[in-house]
């Protein structure tokens, strides 16, 4: 096929790992990132520092890779007729990574650069204070610090003498092997010829742990299926942690109100989604919904609802997002009563299973997942590689004939589920409040010498 410009389609291909930062060792936190970075460094094959980055921009390609909590991907996008030269690159990250002992120092930098970079991130640093009101790490790896920087993987573990450098190489031969990794390739050749050179090229791979795992997974005779060693350690907040509200300084200006509430794993819901069902009402826009109550009110300007995409294997946290006005700063008392209103709604409506809902409320959700699906725009192959990879990571994967539809795709309703997470989870005592506005100040008042930073129609549920 031929991309926008008239060119060529590129080649690409993109790893998947399942290992991420909340399997970092407590005593080395960011060492999945480091590791990362580290794998760039040059290989047994082709040990020139970097070369992978050299040959791709010389071919007019791209690469990158990113660490979530559960794994980590790996991408690049290249022309056509170099693709299986940068596979070939590619490929020798997973069977024979030097991992050198003087790069360590320079990769070190990159870590702390991206640290600093992410540190006036204001979405970032709600996240850290997630990470640090949760259980304490020896409890659950939520509270980790997944960046990571020269304090976390140099200063305090040379002083406590950890060997940064033995613990890197120990961690890679735990968590990097076959078994635990999925690839995707998209290139302009017939599939019997992708799966030869891939055969070729990865065969070296170990398909076990060339070190035994410190949390070993439980790969199932089901290809895709892994047991994870992270769902052991359930929800991430102790209930001196909830019913609790987080006032924050902002980096920048904004007012942001968020309730969340944490769940048990969703995984095996992917079929009816049933937080997808109960984002949507909490979330929508239309008339007698919770934001056009809160509009009317003077209150708020957007809202969100819904799930994120770290920690499936051990729980997951439900929010529901307000971006306030400056009257909802000082009113936020009342955005969060009208919100309960809502959910006492639900409760009232949906009864035991869920069937007092309307009809047309799970069918409007079926409509546009299948009309997301079957109208999307063609991606560019490196994003469609990297967003297959992460579809696939091992903890959380779809069946395999559910790949490319089943985050897209509404394919039953289960009232039952929706009532459940309602009435069990959606409670003030499994909540809490984080409220993050310049009213209170700015992040740079606190540093020394700081400087300062500069709808839809559908009949929803109606809520006064």
């Not at 990097?176 to 990865?202: H, P, T, W």
């Not at 007012?255 to 937080?275: F, I, V």
């Not at 700015?442 to 400087?451: I, P, T």
């Amino acid at each position: 096929g031929e991309d926008e410009q008239g060119g060529e389609r590129k080649a690409a291909a993109a790893m998947c790992v399942g290992v991420g930062s909340y399997f970092d060792p407590p005593y080395l936190q960011g060492l999945s990132h480091f590791l990362e970075h580290m794998l760039f460094m040059g290989t047994e094959k082709y040990p020139e520092e970097n070369y992978y980055d050299a040959m791709l921009s010389k071919w007019g390609g791209y690469d990158n890779a990113y660490t979530e909590m559960e794994h980590t991907v790996f991408h690049f996008d290249v022309q056509q007729e170099r693709f299986f030269q940068a596979l070939d690159i590619f490929s020798q990250f997973y069977v024979s990574p030097l991992l050198k002992k003087d790069g360590t120092e320079r990769e070190l930098e990159a870590v702390e650069s991206e640290f600093q970079l992410n540190f006036a991130s204001d979405d970032t640093r709600l996240e850290q204070i997630f990470s640090h009101t949760a259980k304490p790490h020896s409890q659950h790896p939520f509270s980790s610090f997944g960046w990571g920087n020269k304090n976390s993987l140099q200063t305090t573990p040379e002083a406590n003498n950890i060997d940064v450098h033995g613990e890197l190489r120990k961690f890679y031969d735990q968590y990097y092997y076959a078994k635990n990794m999925r690839l995707v390739v998209i290139g302009g050749f017939s599939l019997d010829c992708l799966q030869d050179r891939v055969v070729e090229m990865f065969s070296a791979v170990p398909s076990e742990p060339r070190v035994p795992p410190t949390l070993p997974l439980e790969h199932l005779p089901d290809d895709y299926k892994v047991i994870s060693p992270l769902s052991k350690f359930g929800m991430p907040f102790a209930p001196e942690a909830l019913s609790t509200i987080y006032r924050m300084v902002p980096v920048k200006n904004r007012h942001h109100l968020s309730l969340t509430w944490q769940l048990p794993p969703q995984l095996d819901n992917w079929r009816a989604e049933p937080t997808d069902y109960i984002g949507h009402l909490l979330g929508h826009e239309g008339r007698g919904s919770v934001l056009s109550a809160l509009k009317r009110r003077g209150l708020a300007n957007s809202i969100y609802a819904g799930i994120g995409s770290d920690g499936f294997c051990m729980n997951a946290l439900f929010a529901v997002n307000v971006y306030l006005t400056e009257e909802g700063v000082d009113k936020w008392e009342e955005v969060a009563e009208i919100i309960f209103s809502y959910i006492e709604l639900m409760k009232n409506v949906g009864g035991e299973d869920g069937a007092g809902f309307p009809t047309h409320i799970y069918e409007e959700i079926k409509v546009v997942g299948d009309f997301k699906f079957r109208f999307q725009e063609d991606e560019e192959p490196s994003d469609l590689v990297e967003d297959l990879a992460d579809e696939l990571s091992p903890c959380h994967a779809y069946p395999p004939e559910h790949i490319l539809d089943g985050s897209t795709l509404a394919f039953e309703y289960n009232g039952k589920a929706i009532m459940e997470i309602i009435n069990q989870y959606l409670t003030c005592d499994n909540m809490r409040v984080d409220i993050m506005s310049s009213f209170f100040g700015r992040h740079s008042d606190y540093e020394e010498g700081g400087a300062e930073d500069d709808g839809d129609n559908s009949n929803e549920m109606e809520v006064d």
